[in-house]
């Protein structure tokens, strides 16, 4: 008797993300550790509020014992806004889509993630709070100064300045776009979690150098993006909802060419 052909799962047969070709039958992704993450980090930026004077005067009006970023570290960090510039993540999403065809399909995962974390932090930034960057603030200030509206689209005192780039400080959508896309990269390549979170962290050291955050803006930042990216990954959303919406894009077109 002929035996039968064997099927073997594939990636795109399952909706988990990080899986590997010996383990297809395993549940959907939970990232409950990243809504905890997101959580610490959001009481971090807390913490960091006192640091936020010393340090963002340290680089944009520096003094006698000012700390100098020189040389091949300023280097590193400088490079690194690729891993939180919106340019950067496309290049990197084209770079994964050529290089890796077996997550091929899975390129709008980093892509997407990473772009929307991005662009929650600057709704935050026009509807939360208005925060002057440490590049255009007046450091003879207290830094509490450096908050000068809350809710800016429903307050007169912020309107003169919605549109105006050094006054849209916290939170730092950089940090944010970086931050869901190293979530998003772990959750295809668990592997390099470390890599990830390393590039995730020197892209928001980077903002603070050149002045762009204060500290707080950054780790704020890094929640937003980080439970961004929870909420969309979780179980699998993301797949799941492109899936569902690609579904109905096909029966659509199909029914458009029986027409």
Request: proline content about 5%.
């Amino acid at each position: 008797m002929g035996s039968e052909p064997q099927t073997h799962a594939s990636v795109t047969d399952s909706p988990q993300l990080a899986v590997y070709h010996e383990e297809p039958e395993t549940a959907p992704t939970s990232l409950r550790r990243v809504f905890y993450l997101a959580a610490a980090l959001f009481v971090l930026g807390f913490l960091a509020l006192p640091i936020d004077h010393p340090v963002g005067a340290n680089f944009v009006a520096p003094g006698e014992f000012a700390w100098k970023v020189k040389g091949d570290l300023r280097t590193l960090l400088l490079l690194s806004e690729t891993f939180a510039h919106g340019t950067g993540v496309v290049m990197i999403v084209i770079a994964l889509a050529v290089l890796d065809r077996q997550n091929r399909q899975l390129f709008y995962v980093p892509l997407l993630t990473a772009l929307g974390g991005g662009m929650m932090a600057n709704i935050l930034k026009v509807s939360l709070l208005a925060r002057i960057r440490p590049q255009a603030f007046d450091f003879t200030k207290s830094v509490w100064d450096s908050f000068y509206a809350p809710f800016p689209l429903f307050n007169s005192a912020a309107w003169s300045h919605l549109g105006e780039h050094n006054f849209q400080g916290c939170p730092s959508a950089h940090s944010a776009t970086a931050a869901a896309l190293a979530v998003a990269l772990t959750t295809i390549y668990p592997h390099g979690k470390w890599l990830f979170i390393v590039l995730a962290f020197l892209a928001g050291c980077q903002r603070v150098l050149v002045g762009a955050h204060f500290p707080s803006d950054v780790v704020w930042g890094w929640a937003v993006g980080a439970l961004f990216a929870a909420v969309i990954l979780d179980h699998d959303r993301l797949i799941r909802w492109t899936s569902a919406w690609t579904g109905q894009v096909a029966k659509i077109w199909r029914g458009a060419k029986r027409a």
